[in-house]
């Protein structure tokens, strides 16, 4: 480990629910968001925060619905602001929503920075340290554990120190438990959070914590700087989600202090199911999940330069810097046109085959051939299975497409309608079948399973779940190839399959054909007894 921490634990404080759904285009139900608290709750942070008491009905409601909703691991935590100016915190509506919201921790940001408190706010000096103060003294009166977010600190800094200072020592004059220092338009660089962060956790006696924010691309950088100058308490969003370019992302940042570190953020083990979490709140939010993610993107591990392949089949540590399985991903071999026959036997043993070297060298050579023509494999491993599995001496495809047909065309009703017919070979029997559908690919899809179910009837277990087109080269017009991306699932895994035709509808038929063919082949090897299982 490059650097270790002291013995003390990292507590994560989650703001997903509250600062997350800041983030443009994303909009949570009370449910989705009761759902995301249960499984970080699983996961073991220590504090999820709710949102804003009294701000929207969905909020309310969530707050009304969490008194009765136990969490095992953490703790609920509303979220607001200081009093109003000129109003005594009693007298505050706001601040009585926070404690009638029913948490045992509140968390009340205020203003650090004098531009904020004389150009935005628009108070004295003084008037800000006395809201910050009377606000924290009342809610710790009713018997809530305050965190104090300490709002624009490292500008406040910058602009003057000394007022910075003196509206974390009015939070701690109140009662606060922990102080949380922002940097909220995240424009902060790491070496001066750390230094910062280092004078406050050496000026106070309770707990400091970090709340950072992404438009410099530094958020999680900055977030461990504060933690190797002191900083226990570490606040930020899973997927990093937020507003503008999103907070400190809690996905990077837990296994950065947990294997980096050498910090505990999570129960013992918990740390495993750090993907799977992600990926399950990228479901509920419905989202389009970042591949790319360090840690729990599918290609946070994937392979694709040959080099790269060949040094990983010998050492994983060669070119990945954590085991995959720490954080519940895995490692991944992408097949394309710079792949090199490592990666077709690394692909191989990952499905349960076996090649020649002269098979694998086929394998690459059709597969860089194809992509010439407007293929991409990079998200179509299915596709690249069926080719190693049709390389193998003996492999018999379990039918083939002789013919086809797809006629267009609208419905009396003026609605648009396709009719497919397709001529399939089985084995020595030649079926001929035809389907309908709105759409021409669908229509097919639905007439090549007519013919193959009764045959092979485990077809019926194969769905197609999506289907993606596009278009390679828009200036050719008509003449344009265009490449299809089908996913197929049998109920518990899915998988995907690419097709790439001038004509779409041959292109799908392609994709589609991979996608039952894989699903039957894949049926098969899972079939067979080990001891049984060949080449």
């Known amino acids: 480990m490059s650097e270790v921490v002291d013995a003390l634990r990292v507590r994560i404080y989650d703001t997903t629910l509250r600062d997350g759904t800041q983030r443009e285009g994303l909009s949570l139900t009370c449910e989705d968001k009761l759902r995301i608290a249960d499984r970080l709750d699983r996961l073991g942070v220590s504090w999820i925060e709710a949102g804003w008491p009294g701000s929207n009905p969905k909020d309310a409601e969530l707050f009304a619905r969490a008194r009765d909703h136990q969490l095992t691991h953490a703790k609920w935590a509303a979220f607001g602001a200081t009093r109003r100016a000129h109003v005594r915190p009693e007298h505050d509506p706001q601040v009585e929503a926070l404690l009638e919201a029913g948490t045992d921790v509140v968390t009340i940001f205020g203003k650090s920075s004098r531009l904020h408190v004389t150009e935005v706010l628009r108070v004295t000096l003084d008037e800000n340290l006395k809201m910050i103060e009377q606000t924290v003294a009342l809610l710790v009166k009713e018997g809530r554990t305050v965190v104090y977010d300490a709002e624009h600190f490292f500008d406040g800094w910058r602009e003057d120190p000394s007022y910075a200072l003196e509206s974390l020592t009015a939070a701690r004059n109140g009662g606060a438990s922990e102080l949380v220092l922002c940097d909220t338009n995240g424009g902060s660089l790491p070496w001066d959070v750390e230094a910062i962060v280092g004078r406050m956790v050496r000026a106070f006696s309770c707990p400091v914590g970090i709340h950072a924010h992404d438009d410099g691309g530094l958020a999680v950088a900055n977030s461990l700087a504060a933690v190797r100058a002191g900083a226990r308490h570490v606040q930020g969003t899973f997927n990093g989600w937020g507003e503008r370019c999103g ?219 999506d289907f993606k087109v596009r278009i390679l080269d828009g200036r050719l017009a008509t003449d344009a190839v265009t490449r299809v991306l089908v996913d197929t699932s049998d109920g518990d895994d899915t998988w995907s399959t690419v097709g790439a035709s001038s004509s779409v509808v041959e292109a799908s038929l392609e994709a589609l054909v991979d996608g039952i063919e894989h699903g039957l082949a894949r049926h098969a090897r899972a079939s067979v007894p080990p001891q049984e299982k060949v080449g």
């Open 247 to 465: 907070n400190a992302d809690l996905c990077t940042i837990i296994p950065d202090l947990e294997l980096k570190l050498g910090a505990r953020c999570l129960p013992e083990g918990k740390l495993a199911e750090l993907t799977e979490t992600a990926r399950e709140l990228v479901e509920l939010a419905n989202l389009t999940p970042d591949p790319h993610k360090p840690y729990v993107g599918r290609s946070a591990f994937a392979h694709k330069g040959g080099v790269h392949v060949a040094a990983v089949r010998r050492s994983k540590r060669s070119y990945e810097h954590v085991d995959p399985e720490r954080v519940g991903n895995k490692s991944r071999v992408v097949v394309s046109e710079l792949a090199g026959q490592g990666n077709v036997h690394a692909h191989a043993e990952q499905i349960g085959l076996s090649l020649e070297d002269e098979e694998a060298r086929s394998v690459v050579r059709a597969i860089k051939a194809d992509e010439a023509r407007g293929y991409s494999f990079d998200a179509a491993e299915a596709s690249v299975a069926m080719r190693i599995e049709r390389a193998r001496p003996g492999y018999v495809a379990p039918f083939r497409v002789l013919d086809y047909r797809v006629i267009v065309g609208r419905d009396r009703d003026g609605q648009p309608t396709a009719e497919a017919t397709v001529k399939v070979a089985i084995g020595d029997q030649v079926v001929h079948t035809a389907g309908e559908h709105q759409g021409p690919v669908a229509a097919l899809d639905r007439a090549l399973r007519a013919a193959l179910e009764p045959s092979l009837p485990r077809v019926a277990a194969l769905r197609l779940v």
